[in-house]
């Protein structure tokens, strides 16, 4: 990393005591609470401790579909990769290296690595990361089918925008025309957790007011994931605003995006 600035190496030395004294609590609490049901059973376990990085190397090249696993139990993400090691555009779940880049990424994940690690319970942790990955790819279909069906049952054409106000990014979720003035745009924001409907809601806002004082006649609305629905009211309150011209809400169910 440059001089001054932070690696993923810094990160994990700041919290190392801290985790290793958790990690000890929670081996204590679990066998307290769990001690008529612990056995004591003959697994299979990787030692990581006498493997050298140029064998992690090998194994990481060998099958590079077990590098996430690898990166999970070092707390290690793709963006810390891509940071640390400027190897750019690393698919974690799915990854494609050189051999070189192999040595590097063992090279920089070893110090890392637990002393031994049961197989069971890194491919568990493969698991647990690949649910999430799904669920968030699961949930960002939503913004495209309410974009699909805005294409389908408008005249309009809605595509993803970016516009700038001061020099400052925005990005509209669905805007229409494809090209030139913004003429329609529209917000599309899951809220799955009532904590956060005051943030969201002040991001909707924004948006709104940016969009407008670029494209003073331009519509602008907003779609909404919120399941509560005897809440929904309250969010419709919150986000009067002259510069909102509507606020709907949808399910996930196809039937709920259509209407």
Not at 100 to 120: H, M, R, S
Not at 221 to 248: K, M
């Amino acid at each position: 990393m440059t001089k001054g600035y932070d690696s993923h190496h810094d990160y994990i030395n700041w919290v190392q005591k801290d985790a290793d004294s958790r990690k000890r609590k929670i081996e204590d609490a679990i066998k307290k609470s769990f001690a008529d049901y612990i056995e004591i059973r003959e697994v299979e376990v990787i030692i990581f401790s006498t493997m050298s990085a140029i064998d992690l190397a090998k194994a990481i090249s060998a099958v590079p579909i077990m590098l996430k696993s690898l990166l999970a139990c070092c707390n290690i993400a793709g963006r810390a990769i891509e940071r640390d090691l400027n190897i750019k555009n690393l698919n974690t779940y799915e990854p494609r290296f050189s051999e070189d880049q192999a040595k590097v990424i063992a090279g920089y994940i070893k110090p890392f690595l637990p002393t031994c690690l049961e197989i069971n319970a890194l491919s568990s942790l493969d698991r647990i990361y690949f649910i999430d990955k799904e669920i968030r790819k699961l949930k960002g279909r939503w913004e495209q089918n309410i974009k699909k069906a805005l294409n389908r049952f408008s005249s309009l054409s809605f595509e993803k925008r970016k516009f700038e106000v001061e020099g400052e990014p925005f990005e509209i979720d669905v805007a229409s025309p494809l090209v030139g003035e913004i003429k329609i745009g529209i917000d599309v924001k899951r809220i799955e957790a009532r904590r956060d409907i005051h943030k969201r809601c002040d991001e909707i806002v924004n948006k709104a007011n940016k969009l407008k004082s670029i494209f003073p006649n331009s519509k602008f609305g907003a779609v909404i994931y919120y399941p509560f629905p005897e809440e929904h009211i309250n969010v419709q309150n919150r986000l009067r605003s002259t510069n909102i011209d509507s606020v709907v809400f949808a399910s996930s169910s196809i039937e709920s995006v259509k209407s």
